[in-house]
C-alpha cells in the first residue's frame, strides 16, 4: 500500500464500488424513460390520434408509430423485470440487453 498498489481486497471493493453505481445509474435512466413514455409521451400519442376521429385516413404512420413505442416499451419493461441480481452479471446485462432496448 504505501507504493500506491491496491491491494485485491481493495480491488475488488472499487470493482463492486462501480458495478453498483453503474447499474444504480442504467436502473434509474430505465424507470425515468419508461415513467415519462408511460405518463407524457403515450397520453400526447393519444391525444393526438383523437384529432383524426373524423378522417383517419389524414394520420398517415402515426398509428403505426405509436402503436411502436408502446410495444417496444413493454417489451423494456419486460426485459428489465428479467435482469439478473448477481452485480457483475446484472452490470452485463444492463449493458448488452437493456442499454439497447433503450
Do not use: W
Amino acid at each position: 500500500a504505501d507504493m500506491g498498489i491496491f491491494s485485491a481486497e481493495e480491488c475488488d471493493a472499487r470493482s463492486e464500488i462501480m458495478f453498483e453505481n453503474y447499474t444504480t445509474t442504467l436502473s434509474v435512466e430505465v424507470e425515468t424513460l419508461i415513467n415519462m413514455i408511460e405518463t407524457g409521451i403515450l397520453p400526447a400519442c393519444a391525444k393526438d390520434m383523437a384529432k383524426y376521429q373524423a378522417m383517419p385516413s389524414l394520420a398517415g404512420e402515426r398509428q403505426a408509430t405509436y402503436d411502436s413505442i408502446k410495444t417496444e416499451t413493454d417489451k423494456l419493461k419486460q426485459l428489465f423485470d428479467k435482469r439478473p441480481h448477481d452485480l457483475q452479471a446484472e452490470a452485463k446485462y444492463l449493458c448488452d440487453t437493456i442499454k439497447p432496448q433503450m
